[in-house]
């Protein structure tokens, strides 16, 4: 049995709102039509994805693992229909993403003197979209840094670097050579992901500056990053016990590209020192 991908789109869809009614309006279908394609999927399968009833929509343990697999098989056609496209219209080119803090230059130009013929570039990416731009095709290669949803990709540690903590300027542990996290007890937190209960969630690290200057919470940043960005109303102060930054190259498993691979060798020659 061949899997049918615009039915997968569809249970995805699903899945992500619990509710047949809002999938068929972000699909554009009918919500009868979108009924009998789920089913379709589900006779397919031989499992019942879904648990409906009058309190709605839930999934099964069948419906948990397909949805766990049905995106990076999604992000993994966008990514084929971009590199099918690239190569129809003569166009070699390589995009790198990377994180805050992280410097591509010296990667990218190794990697342009072997490959003058290339066109590279580099983009932005944030913890919230770092696998799946790789898995999409947006990005070849990317600078992640952990923690990193494996699934679909591979890994290549560069190296790790120490984390310091982003204070207000009139905070009272601003003036401090270096500090521990037990300093740190009962401070307000800002998290990028894997939020406790009180924490303020957030996505860039313009977000924490506004919210660090404002005294409205403190949080962790890579010394890289720290370093890269600076405003008069925030201090870094070092915290010795911190758990270090890890960055990392990922890039679509399964995918036997020259190219990332070649970036890869580039950036592993000016990779950070620990």
């Not at 789109?9 to 619990?18: G, T």
């Not at 770092?130 to 947006?138: A, V």
């Not at 036997?256 to 950070?272: C, D, K, W, Y």
Request: net charge negative.
């Amino acid at each position: 049995m061949d899997l049918d991908l615009r039915k997968v789109r569809y249970f995805v869809a699903v899945a992500e709102l619990l509710h047949f009614g809002r999938a068929a309006e972000r699909l554009h279908i009918a919500q009868p039509v979108l009924s009998r394609q789920i089913r379709a999927l589900e006779k397919d399968l031989g499992a019942d994805l879904f648990v409906r009833d009058s309190h709605g929509v839930t999934l099964t343990d069948a419906g948990h693992q397909l949805l766990d697999d049905a995106r990076p098989l999604l992000a993994g056609t966008g990514a084929i229909r971009r590199r099918v496209l690239q190569a129809a219209r003569g166009r070699r080119r390589l995009v790198v993403g990377f994180r805050a803090g992280v410097v591509v230059t010296g990667a990218l130009r190794a990697f342009t003197a072997a490959h003058p013929d290339i066109e590279a570039g580099a983009r932005r990416v944030e913890w919230d979209d770092q696998e799946q731009l790789i898995l999409d095709g947006t990005v070849d290669i990317a600078y992640v840094r952990r923690p990193v949803r494996q699934d679909g990709l591979e890994l290549r540690p560069l190296y790790s670097e120490p984390r310091v903590a982003m204070l207000p300027d009139r905070h009272r542990l601003a003036g401090k050579q270096e500090i521990s996290l037990a300093d740190l007890d009962g401070e307000q937190w800002l998290r990028y992901n894997d939020p406790r209960p009180g924490d303020l969630p957030l996505r860039t690290i313009e977000e924490k500056f506004e919210c660090v200057a404002a005294g409205t919470a403190i949080t962790m940043v890579p010394r890289s990053a720290a370093e890269q960005y600076s405003r008069p109303d925030i201090v870094y102060v070092p915290v010795v016990d911190a758990e270090p930054d890890q960055v990392l190259l990922a890039w679509a498993a399964g995918r036997h590209s020259p190219l990332v691979a070649a970036f890869a060798e580039a950036a592993a020659g000016v990779a950070m020192p620990d």
